[in-house]
T-cell receptor
Framework: DGGITQSPKYLFRKEGQNVTLSCEQN?????MYWYRQDPGQGLRLIYY???????QKGDIAEGYSVSREKKESFPLTVTSAQKNPTAFYLC?????????????FGSGTRLTVV | SQQGEEDPQALSIQEGENATMNCSYK?????LQWYRQNSGRGLVHLIL?????REKHSGRLRVTLDTSKKSSSLLITASRAADTASYFC?????????????FGEGTQLTVNP
């Protein structure tokens, strides 16, 4: 079955630690996206990539980094510079740069600072 | 800043009733999309309506778009308990260089059996 796989489902981070969230898709989609969702709120765009080896900052990129070395993979690193990282992180993909067919989402990673 | 704003923030209805959710946005769009999110899960794409369309149907879903008022509505007919979820509208900008969907804060729908 085609889809997006996010791992892990739950992640705990200590103060000052970097953590990496995995996002893999086997849909052959060109574009991939990372969103952050806080309780009771909508989604805010962190980073997006429309093609391999290229990515752009979204609205809340500070404290985060990404890479897009393969079409299938778009990992997100939450660095120690992100002061309030506790949130639900969602990865998505779209078949083309225009997102004309809508986005396909993964099931999310819940990150908690301990 | 959020492009779309849903109204109401929360809606509670009985099974069998219709549910209507509204979305307003600020800038010109290429298309508007509706998504559903069950608690603690990812979003699921429901329906997309383009800026040159006024109404679209998919099963029990009916979406309208009024670009002059910059607003859209999602109607779920004959609701079921399984429709309980958060519903988000998302707008795609007019620019053709790439899509960056901007999401609203969602409407929490509760359908009571």
């Amino acid at each position: 079955d085609g889809g997006i796989t996010q791992s892990p489902k739950y992640l705990f981070r200590k103060e000052g630690q970097n953590v990496t969230l995995s996002c893999e898709q086997n849909l052959n989609h060109d574009a991939m996206y990372w969103y952050r969702q806080d309780p009771g709120q909508g989604l805010r765009l962190i980073y997006y990539s429309q093609i391999v080896n290229d990515f752009q900052k979204g609205d809340i990129a500070e404290g985060y980094s990404v890479s897009r070395e393969k079409k299938e993979s778009f990992p997100l690193t939450v660095t120690s510079a992100q002061k309030n990282p506790t949130a639900f992180y969602l990865c998505a993909s779209s078949i083309d740069r225009q997102g004309s067919g809508g986005y396909t989402f993964g099931s999310g990673t819940r990150l908690t600072v301990v | 800043s959020q492009q779309g704003e849903e109204d109401p923030q929360a809606l509670s209805i009985q099974e069998g009733e219709n549910a209507t959710m509204n979305c307003s946005y600020k800038t010109s769009i290429n298309n508007l999309q509706w998504y559903r999110q069950n608690s603690g899960r990812g979003l699921v794409h429901l329906i997309l309506i383009r800026s040159n369309e006024r109404e679209k149907h998919s099963g029990r879903l009916r979406v309208t778009l009024d670009t002059s008022k910059k607003s859209s509505s999602l109607l779920i007919t004959a609701s079921r308990a399984a429709d309980t979820a958060s519903y988000f509208c998302a707008t795609a900008p007019l620019e053709t260089s790439g899509s960056r969907l901007t999401f609203g804060e969602g409407t929490q729908l509760t359908v009571n059996p």
